[in-house]
């Protein structure tokens, strides 16, 4: 497998570009996405066994149970970070090392189903979050330490449309392909 092909199983929906302008259209079309991705996941990985939560999505990338677990982790943050710059001024996040919590025992061996529930309860309470807020509450910003990039919850409300589209088509990889 040459180098361009592990690049789309690597982003099988493409990298995500940060808006420079945002609709109200295209903001609750990226708000209904965040509702709607637990539903879809659980769709995608209902009845699978025990093997198959073992499979990839690329050579060498995370097992389906690693995604799945990763999702959890991933939003929860994200909702955090949401809660921050909401009622503090332009906060400095904390990162973490996804990589390394991927390699954790719950990320590896533990059912799916907690992480399931976890990201259905998130999800109702993130989305609720989201339809409540105005237009000038999403214009707040957090920073991340990585980039020292000011990002307003409307561009993460983009990024976490995309990175749910993202971990949805790694799950549908990992079923077709076998890796």
Known sequence: MDAKELEALRYPVGKFEKPTTISPDQRKAWMEEIALFPANLRTLVQGISEEQKQLRYRPEGWTLAQVVHHCA????????????????N???????????????????????????????????RWAYLLTHLTSEQLQKTFVHPETM????LDQNVANYAWHG??????????????F
């Open 165 to 178: 589209r993202h971990h949805l088509a790694h799950v549908k990889n990992a079923l077709e392909l076998k």
């Open 90 to 124: 332009n906060p400095t996040i904390k990162a973490y090392f996804e990589d390394r919590w991927a390699e954790l025992p719950d990320s590896q061996n533990l059912d799916l189903e907690p992480s399931l529930q976890l990201l259905e309860g998130l999800h109702k």
């Open 149 to 152: 990039d000011a990002i307003s």
């Open 73 to 88: 982790d991933s939003h929860l943050n994200s909702l955090i970070r949401f809660k921050w710059a909401l009622t503090e």
